[in-house]
């Protein structure tokens, strides 16, 4: 690299806020460095004239020379250069802390006072300490969150807050320091003074550590002037011992100095406060002055040698411990649930773990086959109530449809045949009708459970529905059946005359083009196309062949033929299920054709206009009775909307789990409150308990039924039960269920009916529940003092602008939704919280303990409320802007009376 004389950059260079210097690149002697790189140096220089001819080890201090020597001689050498970023150094601890710099070596040629071009070496240094200190910062409060939000042992909170300090400042040998109470007499005797003795004794001891000599594990002072977490209670701020000798007194713990104690030279303590005041005293302890509760402990950042601590550093340091107080304290509060939760509730993780293991209908017995259980799938395949708990199985069977394979009921002592089949694992298939007159086909599966040491305490029968497998069973073993009587027919016409023959030809040729599948025979010699149906077209033009003519499938079809099937194929880009290319010698009719290989593959592909098409391609030789590959078959199916409907499927699971888990912890927790016998409540606080519980029970259900109400909408199946509806007997209905919600709110709910409004035609409940819904929502997101507005307004059109409909319309004055959030508002899973955007001032709405409940935000209301207006065949429509509220709305028809004798 060519550079213009320095002498002509001088100016330049001079004035840049990064380091540039010169060195010549045989002796390593400086030849220039500019005022900013000068003032790093370890003794200022007004002019590089002073610097210049100097070999760097004059300038550079011991070990950085030593650590760059060999990098400037492998550029001087190799001619490559070479960038380090983020080189941390602690030359300038003192009044900068660790710093980072980014450096740049480089081989130059520079012409320098009129002479020749010499080699050299370009030397860049620029500052980054803010970027990276930035960027520590944001990885240590990062640090400190993940371990507040979480359950971890107070041991790993702590080490963990060790290592974001060390990233964050540099810290070597830091430690975390703890207050104890005493709680021996022995401890308490310990007390120095009279006044030590009356006052609540604390120790000292190290809860973590880094650079901490073992002789100091154990140390554990009691809490003095001696010490510096007692400055720091009675100072309240970071205290900072640039100098310990000077404060002999002082007990601090020995620092490592590669393997050999020592006191440290230098000292920076920062108090962690305790989050949230009082918290720290239990309620069998005496209480302590508000100074001493404030502090948890310190955190203390130790130095071998006598220093300061940049202000920087402490300011940091002071941010980093109010986290690191909520961590601690949130660490002990979870080590504390744990303990008290884990013997309490076993039987019932066990049970859960049950009922969530196996999908299907679930009946739990006890080791006396007693009914202990059963999931909704079960009682509502055998139209059970909860009145069967504690039932026999004797009992059981009588009072239901055949629960149990007949030859098993048969038996004297069917529960020895039962629990023999649950030893042996054995599985029956049955068929029964339904009390809502449906047949199935299940398979009924046995299974005992076993505790810890081997016994059995409960047997699990599952029933799987396999009524679709079954009727395709049926239906594959008529058609075996009916396609053997075919080729016998065909057989006997082959031997009789060749019109049979050629009928026989027509049909296959006709059940090939009817297949829904798409099917290739394709020669091996030369990978032409002998045959090809028309799926088999549709399939490949669908992945992007132009085989004309579009339209034609029959036409496209004659036109293949003959065709390069490896030409074809060849072009078009095939990927694996986790996107990985597919070259076309793996793929299934390469193999077939060219290793006789059978084979099956997804393969996916994406089209012109970014979708993905899923392929799922069969392939296999056909082979001469020689052994030679003759020609090979591809069968291809098209399989993107089955691995649609399993993504669907993956995402509905997901969302249960997660919108499952936290009303199921609420129960847990409130449940093992109950159950700890340290904890005496009284009476109300029980019922408190009990009572919240039940609301979290409450909840649950109501997100199940979210979720098998959204399954119902997205598979079309929801059943209406028509029947006419006073609109305004649904409004006084609809009142007197929400009368909680209207009592327990700040807000006002306006009924607006026309007189003489018609009866209109609908399903009571659903739209019902529409109505709930959208209210609730209002209710939830109105201002405090606003007036709801439901309103039913007669919708007339035609000649005689007769009535043929009647609006109902829900109205709030909330803070409304923009354009992108109408869009997105009808979708699964997009909860309408999240959508309308409530302000910072305005709080979440109260609920008065025992007022009516409503879904805790499964993000399906809206979406199910669509669905069931749109079974109705009418539209949910929203109208709204933001901070002008929000307004819903949709149409019923009018009731008609059906004419007597029809129905």
């Known amino acids: 690299m060519e550079l213009v004389p320095t002498m002509q950059l001088e100016p330049i260079l001079e004035h840049l806020s990064s380091g540039v210097a010169l060195l010549d690149a045989h002796t390593l002697n400086i030849r220039y460095a500019n005022s900013y790189l000068r003032t790093l140096m370890s003794e200022p220089w007004s002019s590089y004239q002073e610097v210049r001819g100097r070999h760097i080890r004059e300038i550079l201090p011991a070990e950085v020379f030593a650590a760059a020597l060999p990098r400037l001689q492998e550029v001087a050498n190799t001619h490559h250069a070479l960038r380090y970023t983020e080189v941390p150094y602690e030359g300038l601890l003192e009044t900068r802390g660790r710093t980072y710099w980014q450096v740049g070596l480089e081989y130059v040629h520079v012409s320098y006072d009129g002479q020749e071009a010499l080699p050299m070496l370009l030397i860049t240094l620029e500052d980054v300490t803010e970027q990276v200190r930035s960027r520590l910062h944001l990885n240590a409060i990062h640090s400190i969150s993940a371990v507040i939000a979480g359950p971890t042992g107070l041991p790993q909170v702590l080490d963990g807050i060790l290592q974001a300090l060390n990233e964050m400042i540099g810290a070597k ?22 006044e030590a003795q009356a006052r609540p004794l604390r120790f000292i001891r190290i809860a973590a550590r ?32 640039p100098n310990t000798s000077t404060q002999p007194e002082l007990e601090l713990p020995l620092i490592d100095d590669h393997g050999t104690p020592c006191r440290p030279g230098s ?24 100074d001493m509760r404030s502090i948890l402990g310190t955190i203390e950042v130790y130095h071998k040698r006598a220093r300061g601590f940049p202000a920087e550093e402490v300011q940091l340091l002071e941010r980093f411990a109010q986290q690191a107080g909520l961590a601690i304290h949130n660490a002990r509060l979870f080590r504390g649930i744990e303990n008290w939760a884990r013997t309490a509730n076993r039987q019932a993780h066990q049970q859960q773990n049950m009922m969530r293991a196996i999908p299907d209908g679930i009946v739990i017995f006890d080791p006396r086959w007693r009914v202990a259980d059963a999931n909704p799938a079960a009682c509502q395949l055998f139209g059970w109530g909860e009145e069967i708990q504690g039932l026999s199985i004797q009992e059981l069977v009588a009072r239901s449809v055949p629960l149990l394979p007949h030859e098993v009921t048969a038996s004297l002592d069917f529960i020895a045949v039962l629990e023999e089949r649950a030893l042996n694992r054995v599985i029956d298939e049955m068929k029964l009708i339904s009390p809502g007159g449906e047949s199935y086909t299940l398979r009924c599966s046995y299974t005992p459970i076993r505790d810890d040491s081997g016994d059995i305490f409960a047997f ?3 029933y799987h529905d396999i009524s679709e497998e079954a009727a395709a069973m049926e239906r594959i073993e008529a058609e075996v059946i009916k396609r053997t009587a075919e080729l016998a027919q065909r057989n006997t016409a082959l031997q009789q005359t060749k019109a049979h023959q050629e009928l026989t030809n027509a049909r296959l040729q006709l ?9 290739l025979l394709v020669n091996a010699p030369d990978t032409h196309i002998n045959l090809i149906n028309q799926r088999g077209i549709q399939l490949l033009q669908k992945m992007g062949l132009s085989l004309e003519p579009l339209d034609d499938p029959d036409q496209a079809a004659q036109n293949a033929i003959g065709l390069c099937y490896d030409t074809l194929l060849r072009s078009v880009t095939m990927y694996n299920s986790t996107g990985q290319v597919v070259p076309y010698e793996e793929q299934p009719m390469y193999l077939a054709l060219h290793k006789g290989q059978a084979s099956e593959a997804e393969l996916n592909m994406t089209r012109e206009d970014g979708s993905i098409t899923c392929m799922l391609v069969n392939a296999a030789p056909m082979l001469s009775p020689e052994g030679a590959i003759t020609s090979a078959v591809v069968v291809m199916h098209d399989i993107s909307r089955t691995k649609a409907l399993e993504r669907a499927r993956e995402d509905l699971f997901n969302t249960m789990a997660h919108e499952l888990k936290t009303p199921l912890a609420n129960i847990r927790a409130h449940l093992s409150a109950l159950l700890t016998p340290d904890l005496k409540l009284t009476q109300e606080e029980q019922s408190g308990y009990l009572q919240t519980s039940d609301e979290q029970v409450e909840r649950l259900v109501g997100m199940v039924n979210h979720f098998l109400d959204a399954s119902r909408v997205e598979a079309g199946a929801l059943r209406l039960d028509q029947e006419p509806i006073i609109i305004p007997e649904l409004f006084e209905d609809l009142q007197e269920r929400l009368e909680a919600l209207i009592l327990g709110s700040s807000r006002q709910l306006q009924i607006t009916v026309p007189p003489e409004v018609p009866a209109v035609e609908g399903d009571y409940e659903l739209i019902m529940s529409v109505l709930t819904n959208l209210l609730s929502n209002a209710f939830n997101y109105a201002p405090d003092g606003d007036i709801i507005q439901l309103e039913a307004e007669i919708v007339r059109g035609g000649k005689q602008r007769g009535a043929t409909g009647v609006t109902l319309r829900v109205t709030d004055h909330g803070p409304g939704m923009s354009e992108e959030l109408q869009r997105a508002i009808f979708k699964r899973f997009n909860t309408f919280a999240a959508m309308r955007n409530r302000s910072q001032e305005q709080p979440p709405p109260t609920r008065k303990r025992g007022a009516a409940r409503w879904s805790p935000g499964t993000g399906l209301g809206l979406y199910i409320s669509r669905g069931i207006i749109e079974a109705h065949g009418s539209k949910l429509t929203l109208r709204t802007s933001p901070g002008q509220g929000a307004s819903f709305a949709f149409t019923l028809p009018l009731y008609v009376t059906q004419p007597a004798g029809k129905h």
């Not at 073992?214 to 900072?240: D, F, G, K």
């Open 173 to 194: 040998r830091c430690a975390i320091l703890l207050t104890e109470q005493a709680t021996t007499e022995e401890e308490r005797s310990q007390a120095q003074t009279p």
């Open 210 to 241: 880094k650079g901490i000599h073992p002789m100091s594990y154990e140390w554990s002072p009691e809490e003095s002037q001696h010490t510096l977490l007692a400055q720091v209670t009675a100072s309240r701020h970071a205290l900072i011992i």
């Open 267 to 290: 000292a920076l303590c920062v108090p962690i406060h305790v989050p949230y005041e009082g918290d720290t005293v239990a309620p069998a302890q005496p209480a302590t002055t508000p």
């Open 460 to 462: 699990i029968i599952v």
């Open 511 to 519: 059940l090939l083009t009817r297949m829904p599948s798409g099917v």
